[in-house]
């Protein structure tokens, strides 16, 4: 069965902390994504990996980055998190490289609360 | 660029009745389109995919989508609600390595 894991269901932080959000796969898929889901505003990409070290904007980077050492890890980066990006963090993976995607398996999702 | 629409942020039925939940995109080449559907405090799962051929698409739990080129259409359908189908749904359409997903229809079924 595939599977998509993240770090943490429910995360704390302060406002000015930098915070670690990780995600795993085990099916070796290319591609991985970081989302943020708010209510009323649906999935929206933060950002995305197709390979190792390689990393694209989606359409709210602004206030994160990502890391992608290994080709299953993905680690999304809040460097000093603030209270507009408390929120539900979801990662995902599908397979294939470069070209369009098929369907995207999700990790349970992270629940992060800023104070 | 892709954008998807679903009509509807909420939608009740009573169980035993007709599901429809509606999602319109635009895109400038022919399309990937998928449902998600997402229970609470869970991430989503795949109800159902469009690639090629057949436009009328079976999905699990009951679900089925009809890919409409010319309405630029993909709605959700269930011919009778189970409690247990109360949850999110999520439109989505492929763009390149990505999808763009719609802002969800929340589904409340009452006995």
């Known amino acids: 069965d595939v599977k998509v894991t993240q770090s943490s269901r429910y995360l704390v932080k302060r406002t000015g902390e930098k915070v670690f959000l990780e995600c795993v796969q085990d099916?070796?898929?290319?591609?991985m994504f970081w989302y943020r889901q708010d209510p009323g505003l649906g999935l929206r990409l933060i950002y995305f990996?197709?390979?190792?070290?390689?990393?694209e904007k989606g359409d709210i980077p602004e206030g994160y980055s990502v890391s992608r050492e290994k080709k299953e890890r993905f680690s999304l980066i809040l460097e000093s998190a603030s209270t507009n990006q408390t929120s539900m963090y979801l990662c995902?993976?599908?397979?294939?490289?470069?070209?369009?995607?098929?369907?995207?398996?999700f990790g349970p999702g992270t629940r992060l609360t800023v104070t | 660029a892709q954008s998807v629409t679903q009509l509807g942020s909420h939608v009740s039925v009573s169980e035993g009745a007709l599901v429809l939940l509606r999602c319109n995109y635009s895109?400038?080449?022919?399309?990937?389109l998928f449902w998600y559907v997402q229970y609470p405090n869970q991430g989503l799962q795949l109800l159902l995919k469009?690639?090629?051929?057949?436009?009328l698409v079976k999905g699990i739990n009951g679900f089925e989508a009809e890919f409409k080129k010319s309405e630029t259409s993909f709605h959700l359908t269930k011919p009778s609600a189970h409690m247990s189908d109360a949850a999110e749904y999520f439109c989505?359409?492929?763009?390149?390595?990505?999808?763009?997903f719609g802002k969800g229809t929340m589904l409340l079924v009452s006995p």
């Open positions: 989505a359409v492929s763009e390149e390595s990505t999808l763009t």
């Open positions: 469009y690639t090629t051929g057949a436009t």
């Open positions: 895109s400038s080449v022919p399309p990937y």
């Open positions: 099916m070796d898929h290319e591609n």
């Open positions: 990996s197709y390979d190792v070290k390689m990393k």
């Open positions: 995902a993976s599908s397979p294939s490289g470069h070209q369009l995607a098929y369907e995207q398996y």
